[in-house]
């Protein structure tokens, strides 16, 4: 196995999450919040989704598939599309809402990208520097793990969110 193939194990995880934390939930389950400033169901998913689109998109060189596609219209968030959730406060992650369908409609989206991506990489395609402003510089493997790594724990937070509301 080479590590593309771990790549593509590794981010092949995350749809199943994700889809496991928002399938049958209606909206106002998906915004539910424990307590005001806590992050809810919707915006966790949205967020792990910016976030890889943003990271993954960046790192191909391709448009994100948030604005390429017309997903950033499709949510109508009271944001900038170049807002992934990243250092929001309560207020504004109380602000996305969004339907299970369509949450789960861009993660899929977004996931189709990054695999035909993923696929097109060698082992020497991981060792490029991407990201200049850390010590030490950032490769593609790296950023690759980041962002897989991230998005599964947002994924298990949504799980766990999903367990609480449920039991409540």
């Known amino acids: 196995m080479d590590a593309k193939d771990l790549l593509l194990d590794l981010y092949g995880r995350i749809p199943a999450a994700a889809h496991a934390a928002v399938d049958g939930l209606d909206e106002d389950t998906l915004t539910a919040r424990l307590d005001p400033q806590a992050n809810s169901i919707a915006w966790l998913v949205w967020h792990l989704v910016r976030v890889q689109d943003d990271h ?6 391709h448009e994100q598939t948030w604005t390429a596609d017309g997903w950033a219209g499709r949510f109508a968030l009271p944001f900038d599309d170049g807002e992934t959730g990243y250092g929001f ?3 504004q992650v109380g602000r ?3 339907g299970a369908d369509l949450l789960t409609g861009y993660l899929d989206a977004v996931q189709d ?6 696929r097109t990489l060698s082992d020497t395609d991981l060792d490029r520097v991407v990201d200049e402003q850390w010590d030490p510089p950032v490769t593609l493997g790296v ?3 980041s962002v897989a ?3 599964l724990e947002h994924a298990a937070q949504a799980a766990f969110l999903r367990g609480v509301l449920e039991r409540r």
């Open 113 to 118: 990208r990054t695999t035909a991506y993923l």
């Open 143 to 145: 950023r690759l793990v």
């Open 56 to 61: 993954v998109s960046e790192v191909a060189g």
């Open 149 to 151: 790594d991230d998005d």
């Open 96 to 98: 996305v809402r969004a």
């Open 89 to 91: 406060d309560a207020d």
